[in-house]
């Protein structure tokens, strides 16, 4: 006998066009914020904190607890993603959604106003470093609830492509970011590390009043609101609703994170690691902010692609492009980062554009419809929230601080970042067979996918 348990959907199948566009807008600029902090964060990290923040430890010290402040705020996101994940699934995506991104975006503001060593000593460390975890916590929600905002909004038979849409925001965020400290890097640098770094962090304040007024006019979205007609939502405590919803859905959560695996440990290799590498090489001297300008030219390739796979993957499959294009970046990671030693420029943009706009697109494009995808309806939002968030430690947050150690150990060796890369990508692309395919998938489900059929 089937359990195939579904809230019954009736006029939520029915698509809104205007909320639909709301939820695309509303989401996108929510990554755009999240990724502009992401990069503005990383690339200051690589380049800048080092010597405001942690002088004394010397150039390779200061770099290493740089990127260890880095992967702080990654670390703090499964906490964020877990309570903020829950609340989501009780209270309803939109309030949550308006939460986290004052939250991220208020600390990145804060953190444009932190004084320095030499201001105050280790103490402008130490209120980075909290900054940095009050800006993860908020992070750690953001996407996922963007993810499920779209997905649940979108038409099923075309949920790849709209699922895809916000994530355009995120290479406008990246290519706001990386612009930003491109056109500051053509500054004195006096200048630069006196108060100009300052800015970009600052400028975070309009991208959050933009985004909360988008926000406040957006409704429910229908499966959320289908879950309340139902009575189908939690209400239990934090503690025992996330358990019970980890304990349902834990090969689920096992699968999303090592779906991420690859494409956020790359994320973070090509957008944080690649630019200190870049910069170390006696063969760019002068040109240190050369994998800068990569990271535009990245961000403008995968607005166009990521949007292209996530329609592809309305064709043929979500568990389909993502096996490939976890194969591709492993491939790509050797000659790719080899071509970085050669010292041509070029190269540098060649290897980040296709790193970045083909490698990690590839699998965030199917991705941004199969994490929601593999979820039931109650407990959604902490599903995909901690398969992100998760994977976002144990991949992206970690990669600049343990590639910068593994580059430290090996001279600068550029096959050491190769591989790193590689196995990451090989972790993905193994995790896409035991992955259950969700194309088309209806949300209203209570049940996870690959669980819709139990036998009593």
């Avoid at 942690?54 to 770099?63: I, Q, S, V």
């Avoid at 976890?326 to 000659?335: R, S």
């Amino acid at each position: 006998m089937s359990d195939r348990r579904t809230v019954p959907a009736d006029t939520h199948d029915v698509v809104d066009p205007v909320q639909l566009r709301r939820a695309t807008l509303a989401s996108s600029v929510g990554s755009a914020l999240e990724y502009y902090d992401f990069y503005i964060y990383g690339l200051a990290s690589a380049l800048i904190f080092g010597e405001l923040f942690f002088k004394p430890l010397g150039e390779a010290g200061a770099l290493i607890a740089s990127f260890g402040t880095y992967a702080v705020g990654f670390a703090a996101r499964p906490i964020g993603g877990l309570v903020f994940g829950h609340l989501g699934d009780k209270l309803g995506r939109k309030l949550i959604l308006i939460i986290t991104i004052a939250l991220m975006g208020g600390s990145s503001m804060l953190i444009g106003m932190l004084p320095t060593y030499d201001m105050v000593g280790m103490w402008g460390a130490i209120l980075l470093v909290l900054l940095r975890v009050a800006q993860g916590l908020g992070a750690g929600a953001e996407q996922a609830g963007a993810t499920v905002l779209i997905s649940e909004f979108a038409p099923p038979k075309r949920r790849g492509f709209f699922a895809a849409l916000p994530f355009v925001g995120i290479q406008i965020g990246t290519l706001l970011g990386a612009g930003t400290f491109a056109l500051l890097g053509l500054a004195n640098r006096e200048v630069l590390f006196g108060w100009l770094w300052r800015v970009p962090f600052l400028l975070g304040a309009v991208l959050i009043i933009v985004a909360v007024v988008i926000r406040m006019r957006l409704k429910e979205s229908p499966a959320f609101e289908a879950l309340e007609e139902a009575e189908a939502h939690h209400e239990a405590p934090v503690r025992q609703s996330v358990g019970q919803a980890i304990s349902t859905s834990r090969r689920n959560i096992l699968v999303g994170i090592g779906l991420r695996m690859g494409e956020n440990g790359n994320s973070s290799i090509y957008s944080a690691l690649l630019l200190a590498y870049v910069a170390s090489l006696p063969a760019y001297k002068g040109q240190q902010l050369i994998g800068t300008w990569g990271a535009v030219v990245a961000a403008l390739v995968a607005i166009f692609t990521v949007v292209a796979f996530g329609a592809l993957s309305d064709r043929v499959g979500r568990v389909t492009v993502y096996r490939w294009g976890a194969l591709f970046t492993a491939l790509f990671a050797f000659p790719g980062f080899y071509l970085l030693t050669l010292g041509q420029v070029w190269l540098v943009l060649l290897v980040m554009g296709v790193g970045v706009g083909i490698g990690v697109q590839s699998m965030l494009g199917p991705q941004c419809a199969l994490l929601p995808e593999l979820f039931g309806n109650a407990h959604r939002f902490t599903g995909v929230a901690t398969a992100r968030e998760f994977s976002a430690v144990l991949a992206g947050g970690i990669a600049p601080l343990v590639g910068a150690a593994l580059l430290a150990a090996t001279g600068n060796g550029w096959w050491v970042i190769a591989s790193y890369s590689a196995v990451l990508a090989l972790i993905s692309f193994g995790t896409t067979f035991v992955a259950p395919e969700t194309r088309g998938r209806n949300l209203t489900d209570l049940n996870d996918a690959g669980q819709e059929t139990v036998h009593a």
